[in-house]
């Protein structure tokens, strides 16, 4: 487990962002990744790495997988002037999301980070505010909205039940549940031992890690309040977010 710690504001100044998947439901006629597809003229990824480097982020580590060269090139090209940017291979891309953040152990397995998903269009200020709402010894954090009322968003998010500010269970089928999983995080190490733990149990999903530190009451909700966000799985999902970003624009 990490050593006992809290973060400050000025700690977190890394961030996992996970960009192997091949988005297989987004069906825009390119055998790109759909992290090269624009909303409000911006590339996803592009706009995920912008918007962590606005919330203080100034070490970007990327996990590749599908369309691992053209999605490297994009955040090479289009990353804000003082963001280093560090990559890692995931290659067992086309099975959970458990394991890219795996990926990235060995570079970010001794301070906190904060972990993102690089197809989610969310308000820098929500990071902010997660960072700054600290991070106990081996705790994870998650953003989660309260507040959503689109009833097609709900049934396709991952869901979190409650217990005041404690997770008690997160997943897509979890009934009942009090509020949706943002993808936004602070983790703390721990996270890594835990998704070993839940890869070795034959669940290799971020939830599922994230399910184990909540036995030991060490994942932590933060609620998003009104602030935006949105999970581009699909080309209506794009649409929304084309909707949704004129009321967070980026540099």
């Known amino acids: 487990m990490a050593e006992a710690c809290s973060t400050r504001l000025s700690l977190v100044d890394r961030a996992v962002i996970l960009a192997a998947g091949n988005g297989d439901r987004f069906r825009n006629g390119s055998a790109h990744s759909k992290l090269l597809a624009t909303v409000g003229g911006m590339p996803l990824l592009t706009r995920t790495v912008r918007s962590a480097y606005q919330a203080g982020i100034t070490n970007a580590h990327i996990v590749l997988g599908y369309d691992a060269a053209s999605v490297r090139a994009l955040a090479e090209r289009s990353a804000p002037p003082g963001m280093a940017l560090h990559f890692h291979l995931n290659t067992d891309w086309h099975r959970e999301n458990g394991l890219s953040v795996l990926a990235a152990r060995r570079a970010v397995d ?106 030991y009451n060490l994942a932590r909700a933060v609620d998003i309040g009104q602030a935006g966000w949105c999970d581009v799985d699909t080309l209506d999902d794009l649409a929304a977010a084309e909707q949704l970003v004129g009321s967070f624009p980026l540099a």
């Open 110 to 215: 001794r301070r906190p980070f904060a972990l993102m998903m690089g197809d989610h269009i969310f308000d820098s200020a929500v990071l902010r505010r997660l960072i700054s709402a600290g991070c106990g010894a081996n705790e994870v954090v998650l953003g989660v909205d309260r507040h959503w009322t689109d009833p097609a968003m709900a049934a396709e998010a991952t869901k979190v039940h409650l217990d005041g500010d404690r997770i008690r269970a997160i997943g897509k089928m979890i009934t009942p549940f009090h509020a949706l999983d943002t993808g936004l995080f602070v983790c703390q190490p721990a996270i890594f031992d835990a998704l070993e733990a839940a890869c070795a149990s034959g669940d290799s999903t971020l939830s599922a890690g994230v399910r184990r530190l909540a036995e």
